[in-house]
């Protein structure tokens, strides 16, 4: 089992930044990795950001590239999303997931966090 919780969200001025964080623990979530995903009401839910435990690889999807950095601190045991340049688009319900390999779809990813709400104001 994998457990995993986000904090860090809120609401910012459009132009602003924001710094999520996900706290992941039990025996094996180091091998996994680690991803960022978005749900906005009415939408379906869409891939932010991931990362590798083991390599350190990221990947972002073009909406956010530029302007997101997702990254992992192993002594902290957590995922980090930095989020610039926010726009109002941006606002969602942001949730951290753990995979058995870096994907892009939700249905690859076998654990989640409650969600942390991100509301950008324009």
């Known amino acids: 089992q994998v457990q995993l919780v986000e904090s860090g969200g809120g609401l910012v001025q459009a132009g602003g930044s924001l710094r999520l964080s996900c706290a992941a623990s039990?025996?094996?979530?180091?091998?996994?990795?680690m991803g960022w995903f978005r749900q906005a009401p009415g939408k379906e839910r869409e891939f932010v950001a991931a990362?590798?435990?083991?390599?350190?690889?990221?990947y972002y999807a073009d909406s956010v590239k530029g302007r997101f950095t997702i990254s992992g601190d192993n002594a902290k045991n957590t995922v980090y999303l930095q989020m610039n340049s926010l726009k109002p688009k941006d606002t969602a319900v942001y949730y951290c997931?753990?995979?058995?390999?870096?994907?892009?779809?939700?249905?690859?990813?076998?654990?989640w966090g409650q969600g942390t709400q991100v509301t950008v104001s324009s």
């Open positions: 039990g025996r094996t979530f180091r091998s996994y990795a």
């Open positions: 997931a753990a995979a058995p390999k870096v994907a892009d779809t939700p249905n690859e990813y076998n654990y």
């Open positions: 990362i590798s435990w083991r390599s350190s690889n990221t």
